[in-house]
């Protein structure tokens, strides 16, 4: 073996390309998510969800850690136990209706608040008892650092703070 290592970069066409095609063959169709994608689509909402794979990561890391409350900053979805409940926040009214739209047609709205409003507004007025098990931050990339920030006060000890990093255009 070399001392000088190739090392291959890899962009944003290698990760679309690699998850189209795990998610082709290994997960299962889900109609509730495909109904809500299509309501999404007609709405007008970006495609920017995470994608089929990683919404079933966030429902492992979930299951994992015994995830009952959950913070998702940026509404698109959310990796949701059975008997868990989600905080959603969200800044674009019409993203908030699609969204309830969904919720209420997968029948999980008695599960999910959705609250309207610029996120690190939102994140400074909770104070969750108890706190957060996980937080999911997909929203507005220059408030990242903001909303982590936000999040370590907000997410229990030992729990998981997730950052979804991949910037659309």
Do not use: C
Not at 76 to 83: F, K, T, V
Request: zero cysteines; glycine letters at 8%; hydrophobic letters at 45%.
């Amino acid at each position: 073996m070399s001392a000088k290592q190739d090392i291959v970069v890899t962009g944003l066409e290698d990760w679309a390309r690699s998850d189209e095609y795990h998610n082709s063959f290994l997960l299962e169709k889900d109609s509730g998510l495909d109904a809500a994608l299509a309501n999404s689509d007609s709405n007008g909402l970006p495609e920017i969800a995470v994608s089929a794979a990683q919404g079933k990561l966030l429902m492992l890391l979930a299951a994992s850690i015994e995830a009952k409350r959950i913070l998702e900053v940026g509404t698109l979805g959310g990796a949701l136990p059975e008997d868990g409940k989600l905080i959603t926040l969200e800044i674009d009214e019409n993203h908030a209706r699609v969204a309830r739209e969904n919720l209420a047609n997968a029948g999980l709205s008695s599960k999910v608040d959705i609250v309207l409003g610029k996120g690190i507004d939102s994140m400074a007025k909770l104070t969750p008892e108890p706190p957060f098990d996980l937080v999911f931050i997909d929203a507005d990339k220059p408030s990242n650092a903001q909303y982590f920030t936000e999040a370590k006060r907000l997410v229990r000890k030992g729990g998981v703070i997730v950052h979804h990093y991949l910037a659309f255009s």
